[in-house]
């Protein structure tokens, strides 16, 4: 039996979990490697400090004294009786859309799957939708990653609306407009503090995107590179090279520029 490994950033005791570790029972031998608690906006965070202690809970189940990322690095480098053929995040509670990706637990333990080699997805439910029709929508994804594979350093990052999806599309990463603002107040002893609380968020342009397919009652499935390299910048700044290490040779031989 092909050994799959689940993770997530609500905690090894949330409901998402377990009903992902349900709905993908099938499809191989499930193992589940989570935080403790709850480990939400925790992105891509290592621990790398203090030592990582791995509690039984019961059987194939482990909470992880540790961030997603920790548990996926733990299951997939060594922990796990073998090498996992998919790594499987969530389902979260609540979504996981647009530029919020880049402060996501859930999509980052996809991200240190992926880095590591093993197709990835990671899965996540709009508030007040129901759990199971997401982790059958994971089922359907898992089943396809497995048989076709995934490009190499590209996850999947599943979004599941709050009613039952009218179907499934496949979409890139939305916008949002940031228009919060920093909260400052004074504390009882008259110090400032701030809170970082942003209102409710805006979105750019939705036709195509996970945001607009969501809005629409529908499951989005966008893929995402890890190669962050911008080549099309990267062609732009041409000229930034001989223009910098000009102004370099210059602060060197101690001219002015
Ligand atoms: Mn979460």
Redesign the pocket.
């Known amino acids: 039996m092909p050994v799959l490994l689940l993770t997530?950033?609500?905690g090894v005791h949330?409901t998402?979990l377990r009903a992902l570790a349900d709905a993908l029972d099938e499809l191989g031998e499930v193992y589940v490697v989570a935080p403790e608690r709850?480990?939400?906006?925790s992105s891509h965070a290592l621990t790398l400090h203090r030592p990582l202690r791995v509690a039984r809970v019961r059987e194939r189940w482990f909470a992880v004294n540790g961030t997603p990322s920790d548990c996926v690095n733990l299951g997939v480098l060594g922990f796990l009786p073998a090498r996992p053929v998919l790594v499987a995040s969530g389902v979260?509670?609540?979504s996981?859309l647009g530029d919020d990706v880049t402060y996501?637990?859930?999509v980052a333990a996809a991200m240190e799957g992926t880095l590591l080699g093993v197709p990835s997805i990671a899965v996540?439910l709009v508030d007040g939708g129901d759990v199971a029709e997401a982790a059958r929508i994971a089922r359907l994804i898992a089943t396809r990653v497995l048989v076709a594979g995934l490009p190499r350093k590209t996850l999947l990052n599943v979004n599941v609306p709050a009613a039952p999806p009218r179907g499934i599309r496949l979409t890139r990463l939305g916008h949002r407009m940031y228009t919060g603002k920093v909260v400052e107040q004074l504390d009882p002893r008259g110090r400032a503090y701030y809170w970082i609380a942003g209102g409710e968020p805006e979105w750019g342009a939705l036709e195509g995107t996970d945001m607009g397919a969501v809005h629409e009652g529908y499951a989005a499935v966008t893929p995402l590179h890890l190669d962050l390299t911008d080549d099309r910048a990267l062609a732009e700044m041409a000229a930034w090279s001989p223009a910098l290490n000009a102004q370099y040779r210059r602060l060197r031989t101690g001219k002015k520029s």
């Open positions: 997530n950033d609500d949330a998402g709850e480990q939400s906006a979260n509670h609540g996981n996501s637990g859930t996540s």
